[in-house]
């Protein structure tokens, strides 16, 4: 953080907001300053901050502050500071909601303040932001001033770092909260080989920045920047002269996914590139007597979606924090959902769902009214495994991923075979579809902005993910199984990617599909897996 130095703040007119005036210095023992009050009665520090009322004086450099709200009601609760004084020692403050006007005109991060009468009121036990068990309370009679020249110093900042495992050791116990700096893999997928450029608009939409980091040699850490952490990461990445390479972030908080550490912003935390702060400078320097760390992690490992049963994924779509997101998914398939269409006439270059016209077939995307329409999967099926049930909708090449078939030759066989059947017809579940009951899939599954709503429960199949590798076999056992074989082995590459166009297009489609399978239960009884 920049030093601010001197700085002009127009006093308030609020007697406990005042002016700077002279102010007498006393001396150590140990010959170091010390300032004093008016009384030349000497000033508290952080250390000696007891609970209960104080009429004493404290001095600091204020080093951060935010807003507290509460992450259901969005309810304000105050206004929190990160406060050192001249020892290096940090505390943390705490403004009721009602006494904030009357002080923040004057609070400026960076800035040395006085304050006159507080109260010392215990920390809260979860998510501290300082080691000090006491917090500074504005009580009704405090007055606070600005320091335009202090003859004390004061640190510019304090930082709390973690390594990986003492995150992951202190995992989900809402503890205090720590510092991360490292060296940054991915910023929303993309390496920086060649520098991404983030899109402003997107980040105000969805609120969120996904960098994987990792902190020296240890493992990379998914690290979710949220809120303003994320506006301030995109303003500071995109205005670079360079590509940054380094990226500090103060408080965050750690969860577990699916078994996988991940780190996450807060209301509190503060970010820093490569030269913004000493700790990110200093890391800079490392990394560059260490250029093969940079080159140690393969970034396609990285970006694997956390593994989540389905109870966890509900109780991810649960959290006040939750936004959408990709995960993987092992289930059972139990039955195929017969009272919902399991395909729809979709655009056959962008897939969205088609609309009748007076003689054809239109596309609202293409902006055409003549198309060729194709049908494509928007199957239901009913799913388990341990920990739950649900309904997953299968989306386009997902269903073609776990059928072999695409819709379109499963509809036209229909018809070909029951040619008196009009073309309004709704077409029947295939065997197809009918025949995937009982196997067992891992899934790729998207949380949308309608499951997050709470308008459906239905989660979006984006992908089929293939079998893991089977282990080595020996040459005789390879020859047995040749001869056993009748037909082709699909290889891993042989998997068609998700269509990008396919999902967006038809979210709301699923969404409409999914409404009237929300009561539907499974038809067969669940055995224990």
Excluded at 122 to 135: D, M
Excluded at 145 to 174: G, I, Q, V
Excluded at 258 to 274: C, K
Aim: aromatic share 8%.
């Amino acid at each position: 953080m920049k030093s601010i130095g001197k700085s002009s703040v127009s006093a308030s007119a609020d007697p406990s907001v005042r002016s700077n005036e002279s102010q007498a210095v006393a001396m150590k023992p140990n010959g170091k300053s010390l300032v004093s009050t008016f009384n030349d009665e000497e000033v508290m520090f952080f250390k000696d901050v007891t609970p209960g009322p104080h009429e004493s004086e404290l001095c600091f450099r204020l080093i951060h502050f935010w807003e507290a709200r509460n992450p259901l009601k969005k309810t304000l609760i105050g206004l929190e500071m990160l406060l050192i004084d001249e020892q290096g020692t940090v505390i943390q403050g705490f403004i009721p909601p009602g006494r904030i006007k009357k002080y923040l005109s004057v609070m400026k991060r960076g800035c040395v303040y006085r304050l006159f009468n507080f109260y010392g009121s215990k920390s809260k036990e979860v998510f501290r932001v300082a080691s000090q068990t006491v917090t500074i309370s504005f009580s009704h009679n405090s007055e606070l001033t600005f320091l335009e020249d202090s003859p004390a110093t004061f640190d510019e900042d304090r930082f709390r770092f973690h390594s990986y495992e003492e995150f992951d050791s202190n995992c989900d116990l809402k503890g205090d909260l720590y510092d991360v700096v490292g060296h940054m893999k991915l910023v929303n997928g993309h390496t920086l080989a060649v520098r991404p450029l983030i899109d402003e608009v997107e980040v105000a939409t969805t609120r969120r920045v996904l960098v994987h980091l990792q902190s020296y040699e240890g493992p990379v850490m998914k690290l979710y920047l949220w809120d303003q952490a994320a506006t301030d990461f995109c303003k500071k990445f995109n205005s670079s002269e360079i590509t940054p390479t380094v990226l500090l972030v103060t408080t965050v908080n750690t969860k577990r996914l699916g078994g996988t550490l991940a780190l996450t912003s807060m209301s509190s935390s503060r970010v820093f590139l490569d030269h913004d702060a000493p700790p990110s400078r200093d890391y800079l320097i490392w990394l560059g007597t260490n250029p093969e760390i940079a080159k140690q992690v393969n970034a396609e490992v990285v970006t694997k979606p956390e593994t989540l049963t389905i109870g966890e994924i509900y109780s991810y779509i649960a959290q006040p924090f939750a936004k959408a997101a990709l995960f993987e998914c092992t289930a059972t398939i139990d039955d195929v959902v017969h009272e919902s269409a399991w395909y729809y006439i979709g655009c056959g270059k962008c897939k969205t769902k088609a609309t009748k016209g007076p003689t054809t077939l239109m596309c609202a995307k293409c902006e055409k009214d003549n198309i060729a329409g194709e049908a494509q999967y928007l199957a239901n099926i009913s799913v388990y495994d341990k920990s739950d049930q649900a309904v997953f909708v299968l989306l386009c090449d997902a269903g073609q991923q776990l059928t072999g078939k695409h819709a379109s030759e499963l509809v036209r066989g229909y018809f070909e075979v029951n040619e008196k059947k009009g073309a309004g017809f709704q077409v029947p579940v295939p065997e197809a579809l009918l025949n995937t009951i009982g196997q067992t899939h891992k899934f790729c599954v998207k949380v949308s902005a309608h499951n997050l709503a709470g308008k459906t429960k239905a989660l979006t199949v984006t992908k089929i993910l293939p079998p893991a590798a089977p282990p080595a076999i020996s040459a005789s056992e390879e020859n047995i199984l040749e001869r056993a074989s009748e037909g082709p082995v699909l290889s891993a590459d042989g998997v068609c990617e998700p269509s990008k166009i396919c999902e967006d297009s038809v979210d709301d489609v699923v969404k409409r599909g999914s409404d009237g399978v929300e009561a539907v239960k499974a038809k067969r009884s669940k055995c224990e897996v």
